[in-house]
Each structure stands twice: as C-alpha cells, then as structure tokens.
C-alpha cells in the first residue's frame, strides 16, 4: 500500500514562510515524478510544483514562481516544498502526489499522478 504523508502545514500571516514536507518509504519515491498541488475551498484543485527523480528538473505554477522552491533528497525522502512571500490566496489544502509509472510531460495535470497523500492545511491571514 503506497502511502503519501503530508506535514508542515499551519496558519501564517502574510509575508510569512511554511516548508511542507511529504514522507514515504524511498522504494515508493525511487524514480518518480513527485508533485504538490492544492485545493482552495469552492475550487477544483491547482498544480503547484513537481520535480523530477533526479531534482534536476522542476516544474512550477506561474502563481507560485519565485515564491515557492520544490525539492527532494535522494535517494532519501521527503519532498519539499518551501513556500515564502505567502499571499492570502495561497489558503488551502496542499497534497503531495506520486507520478504515474513511465510518466513523461503535462506534469502540471493531476491525472498524470496516481497515489496521492491525505492534505495538509495551510492559511495564510492578511
């Protein structure tokens, strides 16, 4: 069973800075696209940030660029996703989620992931 852990979330004040982190057994992360994305209240959910297994690749949202840093330690987890400058607009339930097998391109599409993690809350306070 392939289980995605989200942590790190909180409530924080415009400006501030969070660092989420997601945890899973190294076997579930070895050679996969990892991903964040997230789900404000009354709305669909958003890509954020993904990177590839080697880190050498990052993907980002145009919302979040230069604001927030995805990362992971290999061959050891988690991913990371550092997020600074936090705007009230970036409230919501953030979950971190696994590339599918043999995943190639439209990284920013949730459906190319295939287990995803439970959420984690982040509110930002203005």
């Known amino acids: 069973q392939v289980q995605l852990v989200e942590s790190g979330g909180g409530l924080v004040q415009t400006g501030g800075s969070l660092r989420l982190s997601c945890a899973a057994s190294?076997?579930?992360?070895?050679?996969?696209?990892m991903g964040w994305f997230r789900q404000a209240p009354g709305k669909e959910r958003e890509f954020v940030a993904a990177?590839?297994?080697?880190?050498?690749?990052?993907y980002s949202a145009d919302s979040v660029k230069g604001r927030f840093t995805i990362s992971r330690n290999n061959p050891k987890n988690p991913v990371y996703l550092q997020m600074n400058s936090l705007e009230p607009e970036d409230t919501a339930v953030y979950f971190c989620?696994?590339?599918?097998?043999?995943?190639?391109?439209?990284?920013?599409?949730?459906?190319?992931?295939?287990?995803w993690g439970q959420g984690t809350q982040v509110t930002v306070s203005s």
């Open positions: 989620a696994r590339g599918r097998p043999a995943q190639c391109g439209r990284e920013y599409d949730s459906g190319q992931y295939d287990y």
């Open positions: 190294e076997r579930i992360f070895s050679g996969y696209l």
């Open positions: 990177i590839r297994w080697s880190g050498r690749s990052t």
